[in-house]
């Protein structure tokens, strides 16, 4: 069997020669016409009516399971794809963002992951010019499943467990733990040499034994060209913290913003940001952090522009009432969205009526949920958020409940009604969990979604029982819309 995988498979594509092999071809899925083609000699080779040069990505997409020309892919290289009638998994791992659509989000594909610990965090390669490639973290193992979700590659982290994660590219993960020093370094190819000059840890400069809170990976418009880290640092004795960026080409440090230092048992004078998020139109860095205490929680929000200061943010807010449980930043929507710990409601806030001297005791913030609940949660002692993640991509924003995504959408309402834009909430397909009565909380409870991420099409969700990532995607929808 083996051997007839192996052997070599000549085609003839609109004139020109091609060779590969049946293993490479049957990676097109039981559908494709090229998955039935067997061995031949270039002497006689299987005849395809098709475009040579369209077809040459394809078979290099089959070969390495993403695109190698840094572009997007054309819609004729998609009518190609689809023409040869590819697996859906395939045809989606070639759409770009522009695809996505949330309504259209169904299971599309479950990777299983090797051991029994269930992934802690999940990670989507960003897109373009990469593929929606997706990287999960094990307990100490990083695994990278490739844009068609075809084959994987893991690595094993001297880490016992991964709380942040990063996918740079195809071939690069960055992974750190709130227990551990640094930032390190997951190679999943030999596109990516370990330069004698390129560290395999990432640490804060002078204090090397900082644990890792929280990362974000950008290029920031005023910088150069190279990809920049930012990883929010806390010292080992917890009296200490601050923010790093690393150029991503040379590994190394290029600014230290906002240190803080604990004095005496202040903990709340210097909480250290355990959310990063970049804006990339509005060059802002947004780092979030909370503190809880038999008082409540308190929570600081702040905004930087590191092009301006390292030290003084632009904007920043101390929460207390009804303080975030998790907090994102949208740039298309350009507003900040947050769930009341509290009430589990959604606020958003207008990035263009913050500023004015920082807004420290403004009120920011409004409930683009039940503001009813939220006002009788504010001065409440419930947690109705606890636990609640939220996220923003392209238009939208999703935050988790459980085991289940809710997604906020902007629309216009009718010229009668005002035209104005509001934000309207609906829920993520309808998956095995949504209908779930009151006798299966348990069930709920054990496929809490614990990290996700987004790229391309897709979304990519860990759950805290399963040994497995679960990948949605709403291409699959438009593939067969459009046969």
């Known amino acids: 069997m083996a051997a007839a995988a192996a052997a070599a498979v000549a085609l003839n594509v609109g004139g020109e020669l091609f060779q590969t092999t049946a293993a490479t071809l049957s990676r097109a899925g039981a559908a494709s016409p090229l998955a039935s083609l067997g061995p031949s000699s270039p002497s006689a080779p299987h005849f395809l009516d098709g475009d040579p040069r369209l077809f040459a990505q394809l078979l ?144 804060w400069p002078g204090s090397p034994s900082a644990t890792v809170l929280s990362m974000a990976a950008t290029v920031p418009s005023g910088a150069p060209s190279a990809p920049w880290l930012f990883a929010s640092f806390e010292s080992a004795r917890r009296n200490s913290s601050a923010m790093v960026a690393f150029d991503l080409n040379s590994f190394s440090p290029v600014a230290e913003i906002g240190r803080k230092e604990v004095f005496g048992a202040d903990v709340e004078a210097a909480i250290p940001a355990t959310k990063l998020g970049w804006l990339c139109e509005h060059n802002l860095l947004l780092a979030a952090g909370s503190h809880s205490s038999p008082g409540g929680v308190v929570g600081d929000i702040r905004l930087w522009d590191i092009r301006a200061s390292a030290t003084v943010p632009v904007w920043e807010v101390r929460e207390k009432e009804d303080c975030f449980a998790d907090v994102a930043a949208s740039d298309t929507l350009s507003a900040l969205f947050k769930v009341g710990a509290a009430s589990g409601e959604v606020f958003m806030a207008d990035l263009r009526r913050l500023g004015n001297g920082g807004g420290i005791g403004l009120e920011p913030w409004v409930c683009i949920g039940d503001g009813q609940r939220a006002a009788a949660a504010a001065s409440s002692r419930r947690k109705e958020g606890n636990g609640c993640m939220i996220e923003c991509y392209c238009n939208w924003v999703f935050v988790t409940r459980g085991a289940d995504v809710e997604v906020w959408s902007q629309v216009e309402l009718a010229p009668e009604a005002g035209g104005k834009k509001v934000m309207k909430r609906n829920w993520v397909g309808s998956g095995p969990y949504m209908d779930a009565g009151a006798g299966e909380e348990a069930v709920k409870e054990k496929a809490k979604i614990v990290g996700w991420a987004f790229g391309g099409s897709r979304m990519a969700l860990a759950r805290a029982d399963k040994g497995s990532v679960e990948v949605w995607d709403s291409a699959l929808a438009k593939i067969c819309a459009n046969p």
Do not use: K, N, Q, Y
Request: aromatic content about 4%; glycine content about 4%.
């Open 60 to 203: 290099s997409f089959l070969r390495h399971g993403r695109l190698l020309a840094p572009a997007p892919p054309s819609a004729a290289l998609l009518a190609e794809a689809r023409r040869f009638a590819l697996d859906g998994a395939l045809l989606a791992s070639l759409s770009p963002a522009s695809a996505f659509a949330p309504l259209s989000l169904r299971p599309s594909a479950l990777l299983p992951l090797t051991g029994r610990v269930p992934p802690s965090a999940v990670a989507v390669c960003p897109s373009p010019p990469h593929p929606a490639s997706i990287v999960a973290a094990h307990g100490g193992v990083v695994t990278c499943f490739d844009a068609a979700l075809a084959t994987r590659a893991s690595v094993l982290m001297p880490l016992p467990a991964v709380d942040s994660l990063v996918a740079v590219s195809p071939a690069l993960a960055l992974a750190g733990a709130r227990d551990f020093p640094g930032v390190h370094l997951c190679r999943f190819s030999d596109d990516v040499p370990a330069a004698a000059a390129v560290p395999e840890v990432l640490s």
